[in-house]
């Protein structure tokens, strides 16, 4: 792909980048934001749990097309792009559950609801946290890259029928609490003009944390194929 | 179409051939449900008022664990004596021998729900009889064989192979299990006939969308 010196160019100034989006991030978040009037200032958690839990879903997304491409084309390339954004997305999709407890608890009187997207989200969770164990229980690269991918398409495939299944049996089972975005036209301008910088942000961040983790991976790679060799040579 | 069909029809005749030699796997299947059963009872406390209601969930719970069970067996009993090795290196396509597999765990575990059934019916006083109840355990069943003859593939060849298969398996078949369970009490529990319409197309699509896609992905599993 691209040259070594090209690479670490990029992921220096995505990590510069990404940190000055933060701090803006963090700013807008705590001062300029309007505290909400019947939450309170739990609200502001609001501005990372929605990026956040829509930057896992388009990790997982990657590592769909990813795991396509690799059972494709079967160049490493790509196994190591989905293992990459699996990765991420696993610790985005833990943020994004924990953070959801926290807003959930003020917002619901609840930590924990069985709700159509909370379920999908844990579900997703589950599923990926799979992908990575299976990866760790194969006897090696070809076969882990070749296994995850599988469970990389058969897992993303599922998640419509799990969300859709989860909608329908709430509608059999009704419950008090309402859906987190009931009260979404009540956001004001201003409040969604942070969340979209929030989302920026944290794209970017996403950004530099799978191309770094590429790149680590790469050099996993390279480390492997150094010993194979040594190995060989009877050291 | 005879291509195909011949040796997936040889393959289930060979794994019916080599349960009716040995029976320990309908046996253990069946032994280790009546066991759930019996947990289940003394966990949950079932008296005959709230039967109907918790009924759907234990047969399902039941079912769904003697599956893995089966499911555990299934690429096991392969790999003794490089059974694997010697299927794929016959001159059959790959297709034929996921159908194969899957077709064999699918008539194993029908044969076991069968027989349960019954007993369920006897034990926790429902009514068997319910041509929505064998079509909903039917198409569950054959999600079960479809989702864990892949995985049991999978599973087989990494490191702790008894953990894996669970792990994999479960999440990916939780929307066939809130099917059957509502498709269930749709049919023998306390709410009957609401929602038939959406859970035995949820069950169709699921069971249809994994047909293609298992044979697809199981050449990907098994290429060496």
């Known amino acids: 792909m691209l040259g070594n010196g090209v690479r670490q160019n990029i992921t220096g100034y995505l990590v510069v980048l990404s940190g000055l989006f933060m701090l803006a991030d963090l700013y807008l978040i705590f001062v300029v934001a309007p505290t909400d009037a019947v939450l309170g200032h739990v609200q502001r958690v609001f501005y990372f749990h929605v990026p956040i839990a829509i930057m896992s879903f388009l990790a997982f997304f990657l590592v769909f097309l990813a795991s396509i491409a690799y059972v494709v084309r079967r160049d490493g390339k790509w196994d190591r792009l989905a293992h990459s954004c699996a990765e991420v997305g696993v610790v985005f999709v833990t943020v994004a559950l924990l953070t959801g407890i926290i807003w959930g608890r003020p917002l619901w009187n609840t930590w924990w609801t069985w709700e159509p997207r909370l379920t999908t989200t844990l579900i997703l969770w589950l599923i990926y946290v799979s992908y990575l164990m299976i990866r760790s229980y194969a006897s090696n690269q070809q076969q882990a890259a070749r296994y995850s991918a599988v469970v990389g398409i058969v897992g993303f495939v599922d998640v419509p029928i799990v969300y859709y299944s989860v909608v329908w049996w709430r509608s059999i089972h009704p419950s008090p609490v309402v859906g987190p975005f009931a009260q979404a036209n009540a956001l004001e301008p201003i409040m969604l003009w942070i969340l979209l910088f929030s989302m920026v942000t944290f794209l970017i961040l996403f950004t530099y944390l799978v191309v770094e983790r590429t790149a680590l991976r790469n050099s996993e790679d390279r480390l492997l194929g150094i010993r194979l060799v040594a190995r060989r040579a009877g050291r | ?224």
């Open chain 2, 1 to 224: 179409m005879m291509q195909l069909l011949r040796p997936v029809l040889i393959l289930v005749r060979k794994d019916i051939l080599l349960e009716w030699r040995s029976r320990d796997l309908v046996v253990s299947m069946l032994v280790f449900s009546l066991l759930i059963v019996v947990v289940f009872n003394f966990a949950l406390n079932v008296t005959p008022q709230q039967v109907t209601v918790l009924a759907p969930g234990i047969i399902w719970v039941t079912f769904a664990f003697a599956a893995t069970l089966a499911m555990n067996r299934s690429f096991v009993r392969e790999m003794e004596q490089g059974g694997l090795a010697g299927l794929l290196l016959s001159p059959v396509s790959r297709d034929a021998i996921f159908l194969g597999k899957a077709l064999g765990s699918f008539l194993f575990m029908l044969l076991v729900e069968a027989a349960l059934l019954p007993v369920f019916g006897a034990l926790l006083n429902f009514p068997v009889l319910s041509f929505t109840l064998v079509l909903t355990i039917v198409m569950a069943t054959l999600g079960f064989a479809l989702v864990g003859t892949l995985f049991s593939a999978i599973a087989v060849q990494t490191r702790s192979r008894e953990i894996m298969l669970p792990v994999l398996f479960f999440p990916v078949i939780l929307p066939v299990i809130i099917a059957a369970v509502e498709a269930s009490s749709a049919s023998i529990g306390s709410e009957p006939g609401v929602g038939l319409n959406r859970w035995l197309p949820l069950l169709a699509i699921f069971d249809a969308l994994f047909l293609v896609i298992c044979p697809w992905v199981f050449a990907v599993v098994v290429e060496e």
